[in-house]
Nanobody
Framework: QVQLVESGGGSVQAGGSLRLSCAAS????????MGWFRRAPGKEREKVAV????????YYADSVKGRFTISRDNAKNTLYLQMSSLKPEDTAMYYC????????????WGQGTQVTVSS
């Protein structure tokens, strides 16, 4: 079974930053599309940022473009979401996810990590 382990969530004031981590198996890290989704209470799930390990292209939602960045540590098979200039509307449960292709279904999900941004 594909296992994704997230960490790094927490509480921060508006304008602050956080860095989320997602540790994956070597196979998943190298072969799957991986990225981040989020869901706030009462709102639909949103694709935040996704990409392939061997591609320089990464998709970013318009709502986070310029503020959030995906990075990777290939030695640790770990995906990061670097978040800066955080806004209260970024408050959500953030999930690491993986799928066969970025345009398809994401079949594997982490447990989620809460991000809370206060104003």
């Amino acid at each position: 079974q594909v296992q994704l382990v997230e960490s790094g969530g927490g509480s921060v004031q508006a304008g602050g930053s956080l860095r989320l981590s997602c540790a994956a198996s070597e196979y998943t890290y190298k072969n799957y599309c991986m990225g981040w989704f989020r869901r706030a209470p009462g709102k639909e799930r949103e694709k935040v940022a996704v990409g392939y390990s061997r591609s320089r292209y990464t998709y970013y939602a318009d709502s986070v473009k310029g503020r959030f960045t995906i990075s990777r540590d290939n030695a640790k098979n770990t995906l990061y979401l670097q978040m800066s200039s955080l806004k209260p509307e970024d408050t959500a449960m953030y999930y690491c996810a993986a799928g066969l292709v970025c345009s398809g279904n994401f079949n594997y999900w982490g447990q989620g990590t809460q991000v809370t941004v206060s104003s």
